[in-house]
């Protein structure tokens, strides 16, 4: 491979191209039950709407789109995110054969993102917003080399579309396009880029783009910001010197976290020669430092300041995008021999295109032997295909106890409304002559203990939108076996029928 490569140094897309083809077939094959992210795509892809959440909405725009295409199915979903990721790995590709002479280099560069565990390993195995930020990241930063390089109209249109696009992907990104363009300003070069008047035409892309969902947001304030907040700052009213000390271990974790394994291979793989070109730099490394510096300020300042006490490795990800093609520069720049280091990083980023999958795989089909079940393990579609058969009508929707369990469902059940709290801003009009389906859940058959009473907050919301409905029948329940499960190995699902009487949706 590594003497074809050197040959034919563009191979490498075809290459990555058979990778991620050889995900959606594997994904494929696996039990049509659904990890957290994937389930929240299906649920939530039945409306399209301005906003869903705290995550903006273009992979949920994205993920409607391609179940009208597809149908609502695991194809769909695997189809547009490795779709999305091969488009992604392929831009910084492009971006890194048009800087690096070196095309060995380049190769490295391009395949470099899978030394990257929160994108490599993490973007297949449960991602969706973060995976429109990977290729918004991959989109800017080409648009920027353009517009640096030889710039144009359409390179300037190119990185505006990718900031619109970014910033209604996951408002994170935004740390990436303002951190360059502050560093930028420090180079008279790049800072003529800033002031070409052909940037009002990357802020036009960007300002249509983004504006319908801004207008939501505003409006919305609470309800896109609530659990964001929650998830950054330290509510355990222990003080502030305790919520800077959080903050500044937070960070350090997720820096550490997210480019320790790429830096400790290249640093293994070149030893001296990385040690040495590290002291190296053109203006597209010092670019990307100034970039760093300007990010990193700015979360310190967000520690400091603003409360912030838990910073997540994966937000990072727009940030350590460039870290594979920075790391090729320098050595090209510091000389570095590159033809033994070469074979051993393609056999290590190929070895880790075949344990991507492969953990993927092993770790549902073996389930049953290790006993540590995993979400594609659980049996939502046994079990919603058995109530749905025993029913005696179709019901008027389906209300699930927390969105994992709803999304899995639509999957099997995608001609029903299907409802749950965690969607609650979302109520359509259902028939009054038919009753609704409520399932939830609670363990495995050992779990004889758990009450089967319907949870407080699927009773709520019933309550809420549906309050003339009354309980048909008892609470039942059904033991389904795992996929890939052990012998006697079930999951436990509680449901209840309801009459809806006449619907009197919430306001």
């Not at 295409?69 to 769909?76: A, P, Q, W, Y």
């Not at 291979?265 to 970039?291: H, K, P």
């Not at 209300?399 to 999957?411: K, N």
Request: aromatic share 10%.
């Amino acid at each position: 491979m590594s003497d074809l490569l050197e040959r034919r140094p563009h191979f490498v897309f075809v290459l990555l191209f058979a990778f991620f083809a050889l995900n959606v077939v594997l994904r494929v094959l696996l039990p049509p039950s659904l990890e957290l992210d994937e389930a929240e795509q299906m649920f939530v892809s039945q409306w399209l709407a301005l906003g869903y959440s705290n995550q903006p909405p273009f992979y949920n725009w994205l993920q409607y789109g391609a179940n009208a295409v597809l149908g609502v199915s695991v194809l769909s979903l695997s189809l547009l995110k490795n779709g999305m990721l091969f488009v992604s790995y392929l831009l910084l590709g492009l971006t890194a054969f048009g800087m690096l002479r070196d095309k060995r280099l380049a190769v490295i560069a391009s395949l470099g993102l899978f030394m990257i565990s929160q994108i490599g390993y993490g973007a297949q195995r449960d991602l969706t917003h973060t995976v429109a930020v990977i290729f918004s990241s991959s989109l800017f930063l080409y648009g920027l080399f353009r517009t640096v390089d030889r710039p144009t109209g359409f390179s300037y249109l190119l990185m505006g579309l990718a900031i619109g696009v970014g910033a209604i992907s996951k408002y994170n990104f935004l740390l990436l396009p303002g951190s360059v363009f502050l560093a930028a300003l420090w180079d008279d070069g790049l800072r003529r880029r800033i002031f070409d008047r052909r940037i009002l035409l990357a802020a036009l892309a960007t300002l249509l783009i983004i504006i319908p969902h801004a207008i939501w947001f505003v409006e919305n304030l609470d309800h896109a910001t609530s659990r964001t907040l929650e998830k950054l700052t330290d509510n355990s009213g222990t003080g502030t010197v305790h919520q800077v000390l959080l903050g500044l271990y937070s960070l350090t974790e997720a820096l550490v976290g997210v480019s320790s394994l790429i830096l400790l291979i290249f640093a293994a793989v070149f030893g001296r020669q990385m040690f040495t070109a590290l002291r190296t730099g053109n203006r597209w490394t010092r670019l990307i430092e100034r970039t760093w510096i300007v990010a990193f300020l700015a979360l310190l300042g967000l520690v400091l300041f603003f409360g912030v006490s838990e910073i997540r490795d994966r937000w990072l990800i727009p940030l350590v995008m460039p870290l594979p093609l920075y790391l090729c520069l320098k050595l090209e720049e510091a000389g570095a021999d590159t033809s033994k280091p070469f074979r051993i990083l393609l056999g290590i980023a190929l070895a880790i295109m075949v344990i991507i999958p492969s953990v993927l795989g092993l770790r549902v089909v073996t389930a049953g032997w290790t006993g540590n079940y995993q979400k594609l393990n659980v049996p939502y579609g046994p079990m919603i295909n058995r109530l749905m058969a025993e029913a005696p009508v179709s019901p008027a929707a389906i209300v699930a106890g927390d969105g994992q369990l709803a999304g899995t469902i639509r999957l099997h059940v995608s001609d029903v409304p299907i409802l749950a709290p965690a969607g609650q801003q979302f109520f359509p009009g259902i028939a009054a002559d038919r009753p609704i389906l409520v399932i939830w859940r609670s363990g495995r058959k050992v779990d004889l203990a758990s009450s089967p009473e319907m949870p407080g907050n699927v009773a709520r919301f019933i309550e809420r939108n549906l309050p003339d409905s009354r309980p048909e029948g008892l609470v039942r329940h059904v033991d389904v076996p795992y996929h890939y499960g052990a012998p006697g190995d079930t999951n436990r699902f509680y449901y209840q029928w309801m009459d809806t009487g006449t619907q009197k949706p919430s306001p």
